[in-house]
């Protein structure tokens, strides 16, 4: 499963529809008339689909995008644990399942480079928030003797929806390519 | 000249707070959403609009749509890097220059610069890691998901 490369939306006017919904829909009386519009169908067309790729599970939720730091939650801690591999899926859904929890993840291990497999999100309003959260998600999962980091956020370089770029769309240039040097 | 008011200056009111909470998912999929919003939290069709206007230019929502189940749509990979700290600021930059980036972090911890990538399918996120490895001469360590815990219905916001 890792790398899966294959994309599961096929049908061409699904694909054009991603694009343009993918950074969010305009907020105009009419929204879906004007995504119609600029892809070439009805508006209901629009909403069928939209309403189609909903029931399928491709989008799991459509609304409001928060920033959370915007809002207070200026606190974030990526939480990673090493799990036995074969209890990392019991463990994930448990993790998963809590409220302060916001991503739960498995990713591979890397050899000598990384140990941990399974990666967690947790927000708070403050750094203790977060750490009260944590312990609070050890003890009701009883995850006392796993292994974990804390990976607390500093700087924000960048944050905003996925691009699922199209393959017939050209990439974003890199910019300054040859000029940008790094010391 | 008179400022005018922004969102930031004052706590947000009742009609900006559930407009926050209360559409995370089920954001009406109908001709006109705001009139349905409208009559369901009992503002006007243009209060709605505006009001999630004002929330997204002044940044404190992000978008309004969908959020894609993780690799059907394309494929993804959190990606790692040790970056010494006086290079951060110019690697993240060349990072950030990809608009398949689309969430890009300084972490606490030796591997201290953390990002997103998402493209069309895997063979170009991976020739993206190589051309970052390869413009900053340090190893980019990825980080695919393999398996998905969290069912994301949002992000419920507690007000202080």
Redesign the interface.
Known sequence: ?????????SDPLDREL?QA?????P???????AIAEQIGTG?TDV?RR??R?LES????????????R???YRANA?VVWDVNDKR??EI??L??RQ?C????????R?SG??RYNL??MI?G?SREGVLNNLQLLIENCGLETIEH?V?????????????????KES??P??C?TS?T?? | MAQKESILDRPLNELERR??ND?????P??????RTIAESVGCT?DEA?HT??QL?S?????????????????????A?MEVPA??LQ????????????????????Q??L???V????????ES?LL?IEH???L?V?D???????????????QW?
């Not at chain 1, 991503?103 to 591979?108: D, F």
């Not at chain 2, 999929?29 to 705001?34: D, G």
């Open positions: 499963m890792i790398g899966n490369s294959e994309s599961l939306i991603v919904v993918q950074g969010g829909i907020l105009v009386v009419n929204p879906y008339a508006e909403i939209l309403e790729l599970g491709d989008i799991r939720r459509f609304g409001v995008v928060v920033r959370h915007e809002l207070g990526m990392v899926s994930g859904r993790i998963g409220s929890v916001t991503l739960c993840y498995r990713r591979p890397r480079r990384w990666f967690c927000h309003r980091e990976l607390f956020s500093r700087r924000r370089f960048k944050q905003r929806g996925a691009r699922y770029v199209t393959q990439r974003d890199l910019p390519q940008l790094v010391e | 407009l926050l559409f995370q998912e089920g954001f999929l109908t001709s006109r959403p705001f069709e609009m999630l206007q997204q002044n940044q404190l929502i992000s978008r309004v749509g969908p959020v894609f189940r993780p690799n059907r749509v394309g494929a993804s990979t959190l790692a006086e290079r110019v690697v993240a930059d060349i990072v950030n220059g990809y608009g398949e980036v689309n969430h890009n972090y300084e972490r606490e911890h591997l201290n953390w990002f997103v998402t493209a069309a399918n895997r063979d170009m996120l993206i051309e413009t900053t001469g190893e360590i980080l695919p998901m393999i398996e998905d815990f969290h069912i994301n219905l949002g992000f419920p916001l202080l």
